[in-house]
């Protein structure tokens, strides 16, 4: 029995810095700094900073390809959820994350179609890197979304 009859995937995280996409010499480093971000201070100032409306809105602009769409309520709602308990600690886990399974690990094992969405303009997961999950044999398709960035939701 199928549980799931397809499955989307929409600009997939390329996980850039996961420890088996670092060359030898700068995964030291890089664990290093997730770790001293993870479990000092550090990553808290560094949190404090950027749960800010400022920063939000900011970096809002950088991944929506179309900045005209980042209003203050976007802020708002992006935010809020941010500035409850433990949110720091989920943002500090989620930007340290640089083990687990990879998506281009993940995909070949899905047993029914997969559809991957990907922006044109998508500053942070290049498309040129994201076409290639097009070719694994279960990827029915892979779209490209014109004129879009980091955020499909803005089409």
């Known amino acids: 029995m199928n549980v799931c009859r397809g499955l989307l995937l929409l600009n997939i995280s390329l996980r850039m810095l996961h420890i088996k996409k670092q060359s030898w010499y700068t995964r030291?480093?890089?664990k290093?700094?997730?770790?001293?971000?993870?479990n000092?201070?550090?990553?808290?100032?560094?949190?404090?900073?950027?749960?800010?409306p400022k920063a939000v809105k900011n970096i809002l602009r950088q991944c929506y390809y179309n900045d005209?769409?980042?209003?203050?309520?976007?802020?708002?709602?992006?935010?809020?959820?941010?500035l409850q308990p433990g949110a720091a600690d989920v943002f500090l886990t989620f930007i340290c994350y640089s083990d687990g399974p990879l998506?281009?690990?993940?995909?070949?094992?899905?047993?029914?179609?997969?559809l991957v969405?990907?922006?044109?303009?998508?500053p942070w997961e290049p498309i040129e890197l994201g076409r290639a999950?097009?070719?694994?044999k279960n990827v029915e398709d892979f779209v490209v979304l014109p004129n879009v960035g980091h955020c499909p939701q803005e089409a």
């Open 103 to 114: 998506a281009e690990e993940l995909i070949p094992k899905v047993e029914c179609p997969v």
């Open 133 to 136: 999950y097009g070719n694994f």
């Open 28 to 30: 030291p480093f890089v």
């Open 32 to 38: 290093s700094f997730q770790g001293i971000l993870r």
């Open 68 to 82: 005209s769409e980042v209003t203050d309520e976007l802020v708002e709602k992006i935010l809020l959820p941010g």
């Open 117 to 122: 969405v990907w922006g044109d303009k998508d």
């Open 40 to 52: 000092t201070d550090l990553g808290k100032m560094f949190y404090k900073a950027v749960a800010t």
